[in-house]
């Protein structure tokens, strides 16, 4: 989680202090879109394919640290037909 909170960081200016893994990162406004493809791509690298991300619903499954790690660890170890849905 430590490499993906500091992509966050580095991306996201307007954050002040430290980054808490609940924090609200899209119902905050805190990442916005260019950060938000940053940590696509880096979900994606870490699942090992593509995500499509209208597929599901972005605010629910990315709107915190931990609820984009759950999420990788989710879709990385599926069956390759679950992972196909995402």
């Given at each position: ?14 954050l ?14 805190v ?8 940590v ?9 394919r ?8 972005l605010?629910?499954e ?13 879709h ?7 992972r196909?849905?995402v």
């Amino acid at each position: 989680m430590g490499d993906l909170r500091a992509l966050i960081v580095e991306s996201t200016p307007v954050l002040t202090g430290p980054l808490d893994e609940d924090a609200p990162l899209i119902t905050s406004g805190v990442l916005e879109s260019t950060t938000l493809v940053s940590v696509a791509l880096w979900v994606e690298e870490r699942v090992g394919r593509e995500i499509d991300l209208g597929a599901f619903d972005l605010v629910a499954e990315w709107d915190s640290l931990g609820a984009i790690v759950d999420f990788v660890e989710r879709h990385a170890g599926a069956p390759r037909s679950a992972r196909d849905r995402v």
